[in-house]
Nanobody, 119 residues
Framework: QVQLVESGGGLVQPGGSLRLSCAAS????????MSWYRQAPGKERELVASISSTGSNTNYADSVKGRFTISRDNAKNTMYLQMNSLKPEDTAVYYCYARVWVAVWGDYWGQGTQVSVSS
């Protein structure tokens, strides 16, 4: 059973930092690209960052470039999102995502972790 479990969210002041983690299980995560998405209240879910299966290639939304860093540790089946210089507009529920082959291709999401940036 494919599972993605996020952790690390919380309340932080503007300019602060948080590191999110996504623990993957039930599939060989090292073989798959993975992504972080976020959804703010009243807004559509948006892609924040993606990372290739080996971690050699990454992509970021323009709004987070230079502030967020996506990484993964395939030995631990875990993906990370280091978020620095946080802004109030970064407030959202952050989701881990992977498209995985399990008999058929399926889209898998974590339960989400809340990030709130406020003074």
């Amino acid at each position: 059973q494919v599972q993605l479990v996020e952790s690390g969210g919380g309340l932080v002041q503007p300019g602060g930092s948080l590191r999110l983690s996504c623990a993957a299980s039930g599939f060989p995560s090292r073989n798959y690209a993975m992504s972080w998405y976020r959804q703010a209240p009243g807004k559509e879910r948006e892609l924040v960052a993606s990372i290739s299966s080996t971690g050699s290639n990454t992509n970021y939304a323009d709004s987070v470039k230079g502030r967020f860093t996506i990484s993964r540790d395939n030995a631990k089946n875990t993906m990370y999102l280091q978020m620095n210089s946080l802004k109030p507009e970064d407030t959202a529920v952050y989701y881990c995502y992977a498209r995985v082959w399990v008999a058929v291709w399926g889209d898998y999401w974590g339960q989400g972790t809340q990030v709130s940036v406020s003074s």
